[in-house]
């Protein structure tokens, strides 16, 4: 089964997302700020991230840099998650070391069709 880390700091999303994402089969770890998810990022070893951008302590620009500059966690892959869905966003998102963008509200078979292709293959991949 794959591991998602879900980084959002308002508990409606983070709950409805954490929720729709285990109805998929997926596990799921939570943070609800950018400091706590560069530490989860490093103890729960998951399999993809979604980052929000707009975050308490460390926005997730930084959360994504810090966790992309650390060999331990630099191979996990990152979707941005922002209600911001203009192009210099997601300029922005990708210059911080996103590997994919998406914009809220979450359309779900949107997000999971980039989740997936980010996922390693095997169990729970894609």
Not at 43 to 62: A, F, T, Y
Not at 71 to 80: E, L, N, S
Request: proline share 6%; with cysteine; aromatic share 2%.
């Amino acid at each position: 089964m794959a591991k998602i880390l879900v980084v959002e700091d308002n508990e409606m999303n983070l709950d409805m997302l954490s929720r729709r994402l285990a109805r998929q089969g997926f596990e799921v770890v939570a943070a609800q700020d950018g400091a706590a998810g560069i530490a989860k990022a490093a103890s729960e070893s998951p399999h993809l991230i979604l980052m929000d951008m707009s975050l308490p302590v460390v926005d997730g620009w930084e959360a994504t840099r810090r966790i992309k500059a650390d060999p331990a966690t630099r191979a996990i892959p990152v979707i941005a998650l922002t209600a911001h869905a203009m192009a210099e966003d997601r300029d922005k998102a990708m210059a911080a070391g996103c590997d994919d963008y998406d914009t809220k509200p979450i359309e779900l078979p949107r997000l999971l069709e980039k989740i997936r292709k980010l996922l390693p293959a095997g169990p729970g991949g894609a």
